[in-house]
């Protein structure tokens, strides 16, 4: 290679290839990939020379070559059907954060409901051959499971379920943060609590109702005052009315489905000059700092700790893209955030 061939070709990274480095270095191939990839016996000289070269010649290894040669790509998708990101997001981040430790990248696809694109999105991962698959949603109700005919992906579902013996379902524990928010009202006095949620087709809304009902009856007191409707601010005034009709049968709190829900409530209390958390203690689930911060007073809320189910999701993958065999339904715990509009005292009030 003549000085001016060289020159061209140094200032394109990209046209430098493993045999460059090592002609360049004075080493055969296999020596400068044993040097470039810190394995075998080369004297500390010889792999100095190497790595300088490398550098020199902004040398970067052929990754696709590199899988090819171990099996594995470094690679995991990660199929959504959440086009908003409100679950997705927090779930992708701390996924992305547990499987980056590892040197692994992550390829996110959002399929939005529909079947076909969700095929499509699959074929395109399969064809980058990645390592493993993360299924997440916007909700928990079943979904169909990916069948890859042929090929043993490992496979996690996170904020998503499918009925399958063999799959691994990881999930908030819906129940167990409702009974969080209703016990934490009934030790601050709260008696009188209503539940307002959203529509009951949803797992969550059930599952959610079943921890209410539950942390009232462990205290002798009967569930009584249940509304559902949509998950949205409008459906909570709406119900916020109903209840405060009868003052005679009047709640004095509302444990709500979802922020909006509560939102919508605690704005119907101010109109109906009903004071919270004085006269009707309220209290939310998601976390959705949006809702919570925005809330006048703020929100109380059930926090689903998607951040560690996503880092739960990349060890979980990470074990069976190993060779480990995980399956079941696993579900995280929740916890309280406690803020003003519950009533409780701001001064001492903490994060459960």
């Given at each position: 290679?003549?000085?001016?061939?060289?020159?061209?070709?140094?200032?394109?990274p990209g046209m430098h290839t493993?045999?460059?480095v090592a002609r360049r270095a004075g080493v055969s191939i296999a020596t400068a990939s044993k040097a470039l990839n810190a394995s075998g016996r080369l004297s500390a000289e010889t792999r100095a020379?190497?790595?300088?070269?490398?550098?020199?010649?902004?040398?970067?290894?052929?990754d696709l070559a590199h899988s090819l040669h171990r099996a594995r790509s470094m690679t995991v998708g990660l199929l959504s059907n959440d086009s908003f990101g409100r679950f997705a997001f927090p779930i992708a981040e701390a996924l992305e954060r547990r499987l980056f430790d590892a040197g692994i990248a992550l390829f996110m696809c959002n399929a939005t409901d529909d079947p076909e694109r969700e095929r499509r999105h699959i074929d395109q991962l399969r064809g980058k051959r990645i390592d493993g698959l993360v299924v997440t949603a916007r909700r928990t109700d079943l979904r169909a499971p990916i069948t890859l005919p042929g090929h043993a992906l490992p496979v996690v579902y996170v904020f998503s379920r499918v009925d399958s013996p063999d799959a691994l379902c990881l999930l908030p524990d819906d129940e167990g943060g409702a009974r969080l928010a209703v016990e934490h009202l009934l030790s601050l006095g709260r008696r009188r609590i209503a539940h307002v949620t959203g529509p009951e087709r949803f797992e969550a809304v059930w599952l959610r109702a079943q921890g209410w009902r539950a942390a009232l009856s462990a205290q002798a007191i009967e569930p009584e005052r249940y509304l559902t409707g949509a998950w949205s601010e409008s459906w909570g005034r709406q119900a916020a009315?109903?209840?405060?009709?009868?003052?005679?049968?009047?709640?004095?709190?509302?444990?709500?489905?979802?922020?909006?829900?509560?939102?919508?409530?605690?704005?119907q209390?101010?109109?109906?000059?009903?004071?919270?958390?004085?006269?009707v203690?309220?209290?939310?689930?998601?976390?959705?700092?949006?809702m919570t911060e925005a809330a006048r007073p703020p929100l109380t809320s059930v926090d689903m700790n998607l951040g560690?189910?996503?880092?739960e999701a990349g060890a979980a993958l990470i074990e069976m893209m190993a060779g480990a065999r995980l399956a079941g339904a696993r579900r995280l715990p929740c916890s309280l955030v406690v803020r003003a509009s519950c009533g409780a005292n701001r001064t001492t009030a903490e994060e459960t």
């Open positions: 290679m003549t000085e001016n061939e060289r020159s061209a070709s140094d200032a394109d493993l045999r460059d020379r190497v790595l300088e070269v490398a550098r020199a010649l902004h040398y970067r290894p052929n009315a109903t209840l405060l009709a009868d003052p005679a049968r009047m709640p004095d709190a509302l444990f709500c489905g979802n922020d909006q829900i509560a939102r919508g409530a605690l704005d209390l101010e109109r109906m000059g009903v004071t919270a958390p004085d006269d203690a309220v209290v939310g689930f998601d976390n959705w700092s949006v560690a189910l996503g880092d």
